[in-house]
């Protein structure tokens, strides 16, 4: 019997990538991956809600084995590819520990280490390229953030994940997405400016006027949701636009157009010689 190699965009992440895949505000990242890639390669997410590095780098390697096991010990070949890894995690690993000692916070120096194994562990199983996602910012006054979530945090972490993708660099196939500045640019933010969003506090009573001014114009909580943290489809589109456009430019042999299809487009079929021409890729 004959067999195919299944290429693979595997998401793996939290709850950011758990709801990439609900279409119930429109657009979202997972099904606009798919159909980007129709044909050519499978888009499979691995998002678990609340779980931060810690909980990610006890699982990679079963998940990486399990979607592109070992077919054959003695050869060592496969029968999927995993093509392109995401890796996205920081929203949990950022919240604040004072706020809640049931918090899914991990210490900075921790998080990279935990990036870093799972980019090694990536590496090991044979897949082709990762990038590493930063965390978004946080709307810390949407009418449901919680406390322990802090938009400054957040940039803390995802400077760090920028970091573990410098330390393996362009030679090891790892790319950085950033998320916290994407957010933030397509809110009208510029450096300089009060961070949109603050829970700023003026006489230790009012936030911030201008911070609240710009959080509540529509422009970043038209980016999240009304807990602050988790994205709209506008911000799934971001990220969507900004993963694209990094793959087709440090990879352009991972642009869908460079791609074959899993088996011949109907039009380059024989109906005369089926089992050829299924099978001339």
Partial sequence: MRS?????IVLFGDSQTEQSSSQAGGFNLAPALQHEYWS????ITHG?????TEHGRHIIDAILQSEAPVANQTTQTRNARIRLLVISFGTNDAADPSHNRHSQSVPLDRYKENLSYMVAAAKRQGVEAVVLVGP????ELAP???????????????DATAQ????????SNVAFVDLWHAFMDAAGWTEGQPILGRRECVGGVQPNSLSQALATSGKLAGLLASDGVHFTAKGYRIWYDLLLQTVREQWPELRSENLKTIFPHIFDIDPNDLPSSLWQH
């Fill in 40 to 43: 050519k390669v499978q888009v």
């Fill in 48 to 52: 678990y809600g609340g779980y931060n």
């Fill in 136 to 139: 978004a910012p946080v709307n």
């Fill in 164 to 171: 573990v993708a410098r330390h393996f660099g362009k030679q």
């Fill in 4 to 8: 195919i190699t299944v290429q693979k």
């Fill in 144 to 158: 449901e953030a919680p406390l322990d979530r802090d938009t400054q945090r957040a940039r803390l972490y995802s």
